[in-house]
């Protein structure tokens, strides 16, 4: 039996990693976690494109495309060889988040049928996403517990994370109009971190339970 694919998506500093890490904790051997960009070595190289200074001022079509072209290699390589053995995925970030920040924070709505396209390899190659779980939550707040995490872990910042407070609202819109039209849920990332994580895990029960 195929494995159920879950997404875990959100704005910068809503907690999709440590998601990802709780989710993956709990199933064990029943699921990996997984991420984009990257998750397998080949879309690792391109993410490290995709972070570098020099795509900073890249053209959204260019980004798309590098997001695109890792995404592929993720699935065929990960993705779906995991849910062909019955395991459950558990993907930090995916195409909600390319339509989130190169379409909607880009402002560049022209691309939004590029990303919408690749519907149609990911239903051929058995490999869409079963629910989309969206950590919604205010940028003003997220952001200062995104930076505050950075400091404590001496992470260097990317361009990404250089964006205006208008960027990052536009951004957590774009989650929400992309999952309009699928299945998804919209989970408060405001709250405690073990309510939100209560809440995301009934959300994975009763999606694998309906699988």
């Known amino acids: 039996m195929r494995g159920t694919f879950i997404v875990i998506d959100g704005g910068d500093g809503t907690g999709t990693t440590s998601m990802t890490a709780y989710l993956a904790s709990v199933f064990g051997d029943c699921a990996i976690r997984t991420r984009e960009p990257g998750g397998s070595p080949l879309a690792e190289k391109i993410r490290a494109v995709i972070l570098d200074p020099l795509a900073k001022h890249a053209d959204s079509r260019v980004m798309v495309g590098l997001f695109a072209a890792a995404r592929l290699d993720h699935v065929l390589n990960v993705i779906r060889p995991a849910l062909?053995?019955?395991?459950?995925?558990?993907?930090?970030?995916?195409?909600?988040?390319?339509?989130?920040?190169?379409?909607?924070?880009?402002?560049?709505?022209?691309?939004?049928?590029?990303?919408?396209?690749?519907?149609?390899?990911?239903?051929?190659?058995?490999?869409?996403?079963?629910?989309?779980?969206?950590?919604?939550?205010?940028?003003?707040?997220?952001?200062?517990?995104?930076?505050?995490?950075?400091?404590?872990?001496?992470?260097v910042p990317n361009h990404f994370d250089e964006q205006t407070f208008e960027y990052h609202d536009a951004v957590r819109k774009g989650f929400k109009d992309f999952v309009m039209t699928r299945p998804h849920t919209i989970v408060n990332a405001e709250e405690p971190e073990d309510i939100v994580r209560a809440k995301v895990l009934a959300v994975v029960q009763k999606v694998i339970a309906q699988w």
């Open 84 to 155: 062909d053995k019955g395991l459950h995925v558990f993907c930090d970030r995916f195409d909600s988040s390319t339509y989130a920040y190169q379409v909607r924070g880009a402002k560049r709505h022209d691309l939004a049928h590029e990303v919408h396209g690749q519907r149609e390899w990911l239903l051929d190659l058995r490999a869409m996403p079963d629910h989309y779980i969206i950590l919604d939550g205010d940028p003003r707040v997220c952001l200062m517990r995104a930076k505050k995490r950075a400091e404590k872990a001496g992470e």
